[in-house]
């Protein structure tokens, strides 16, 4: 069985930083990207950032504008997302997403972390 857990998400006010984090448990031979994904109200879910494994490639939304890290830690089967300059339009439900190669059955998501950015 395998679990992802996040952490990290927070009330914050505009400008300010947090770092959200999402470790993997169980059966996990198969991970190889990891990414997290993003939910506000009313709206679909979205692509902030992945990482690929080996010579990790890292690829970002256009709204990320350069504020935002995501960096993970196989020893610790862990993804992270450091999130700064926080904007109100950041908030909502961020997803921690890992997935097998390309071809394979592998793709999970954790259960989300509430971010909310007040102005």
């Known amino acids: 069985q395998v679990q992802l857990v996040e952490s990290g998400g927070g009330l914050v006010q505009a400008g300010e930083s947090l770092t959200l984090s999402c470790v993997a448990s169980?059966?996990?031979?198969?991970?190889?990207?990891m990414g997290w994904y993003r939910q506000a109200p009313g709206k679909q879910r979205e692509l902030v950032a992945d990482?690929?494994?080996?010579?990790?490639?890292?690829n970002y939304a256009e709204f990320v504008e350069g504020r935002f890290t995501i960096s993970r830690d196989d020893a610790k089967n862990t993804v992270y997302l450091q999130m700064n300059r926080l904007k109100p339009e950041d908030t909502g439900v961020y997803y921690c997403?890992?997935?097998?190669?390309?071809?394979?059955?592998?793709?999970?998501w954790g259960q989300g972390t509430q971010v909310t950015v007040s102005s």
């Open positions: 169980g059966n996990i031979f198969w991970i190889s990207a």
């Open positions: 990482i690929s494994s080996g010579r990790p490639y890292t």
């Open positions: 997403n890992m997935r097998g190669d390309v071809g394979t059955k592998y793709d999970y």
